[in-house]
C-alpha cells in the first residue's frame, strides 16, 4: 500500500491563498507522501485557478505522483446528460495529469431513488469513458445516501462495470452512526481507494462540544482527528482489506482544528507504523 494525501487536506490555506496546487503538491512531497489526490478543483468554494501544465510540471520536479481526481456530481439532476458530459471535462483533465483513479459522487442525500435508472446508466457510461483512457471509477460512502454498507454493494452490482468500485473513508461510516469494522466486512472486496481518516467521537447524551464537532446521523458528536488519535479501528478497517487484496493507495484526508502539514506528518507516521505492524503480523 502506498502513502498519499488529498489537497483538500490543505483547503484552510488554499482558500486564504496562502499556497497555491503547485505550493501544496510540493509540500505534501516535502511531508513524504509518495501521491496526491486533486479534490474539489473547481468547485465555486474553493475558487482554484490553475493550469494543469504546471501542476503536472510541479508534480513531476516534486517526484509525486498525481494519483487520483476527486469531483462533486448528482446523477439525479433534471439534465443528467449536461452533468455527464461535465463528468467527462474532468475525466479528461484527470488523465492529462495521469491520474489512474477519479472518485465522484452519485446524488444528493434528499434524492429518495438511489438507484434510478439515469443514475445507473450514466455511472454506467462513464465507466466507458474511462476505460478508454485506464482511469477506475469510484464513489465514496459519502453523505446520508451512500454511507451504508449494503447501499454500495447493491450500487456496485447494478453498475456491474469491472472498472467501478469505493472509495472507502472509514471515518465517514463513523459520521453515519455505521459500525466501521462490520461495513468493512461487507465492503473490503469492492475497495479500489481509501481515505485513510480518523474521527473522535462523542455520545449525544453530552452537549454540544463546541466549534469543529459535527452531530452525526444518530445525534452523536463527530470531529475529524489526526490519523491514529481518534476512535476509528484503523487496523482492523487495514487488516480487513489486506485480507481482501488491497494494495492501492492509502490518502490522508484531514479536516481537522490543527495544523493541517502538523497533522498530516504525524498521521502519516502512524500510518506507515500500521503498516509495518501489518507486515509483521503476516
Request: hydrophobic fraction near 40%.
Amino acid at each position: 500500500m502506498k502513502n498519499g494525501v488529498s489537497s483538500y487536506s490543505f483547503a484552510p490555506l488554499l482558500c486564504r491563498k496562502e499556497m497555491d496546487l503547485c505550493d501544496v503538491i510540493r509540500q505534501a512531497a516535502e511531508i513524504g507522501f509518495e501521491g496526491i489526490e486533486l479534490a474539489n478543483i473547481h468547485d465555486k468554494w474553493m475558487d482554484l485557478s490553475y493550469r494543469p501544465e504546471e501542476v503536472k510540471r510541479a508534480a513531476e520536479q516534486a517526484g509525486i505522483e498525481i494519483c487520483a481526481w476527486s469531483m462533486w456530481a448528482d446523477y439525479a439532476c433534471e439534465n443528467v446528460g449536461y452533468e455527464i458530459d461535465r463528468v467527462k471535462k474532468e475525466i479528461d483533465e484527470a488523465a492529462f495529469l495521469g491520474c489512474s483513479l477519479v472518485r465522484t459522487d452519485i446524488c444528493g442525500d434528499s434524492n429518495s431513488n438511489r438507484f434510478a435508472s439515469p443514475i445507473i446508466t450514466g455511472l454506467q457510461e462513464l465507466c466507458d469513458y474511462c476505460t478508454e483512457k485506464g482511469i477506475t471509477l469510484v464513489t465514496e460512502n459519502h453523505g446520508r445516501a451512500f454511507c451504508f454498507p449494503e447501499r454500495l454493494d447493491e450500487l456496485c452490482r447494478l453498475v456491474g462495470k469491472p472498472n467501478f468500485g469505493l472509495l472507502c473513508d472509514f471515518a465517514n461510516f463513523a459520521a453515519a452512526d455505521v459500525d466501521v469494522v462490520h461495513a468493512m466486512s461487507r465492503i473490503s472486496p469492492l475497495v479500489r481507494h481509501v481515505h485513510m481518516k480518523d474521527c473522535h467521537l462523542l455520545s449525544g447524551e453530552r452537549i454540544y462540544p463546541g466549534e469543529g464537532w459535527y452531530v452525526t446521523s444518530g445525534g452523536n458528536y463527530w470531529r475529524c482527528a489526526i490519523t491514529g488519535q481518534g476512535n476509528v479501528p484503523l487496523y482492523s478497517c487495514l487488516h480487513s482489506l489486506r485480507k481482501d487484496g488491497y494494495d492501492g493507495w492509502l490518502i490522508q484526508e484531514f479536516e481537522g482544528i490543527e495544523n493541517p502539514v502538523y497533522a498530516l506528518a504525524q498521521g502519516l507516521d502512524f500510518t506507515r507504523r500500521l503498516q509495518s505492524l501489518l507486515v509483521s503480523c503476516k
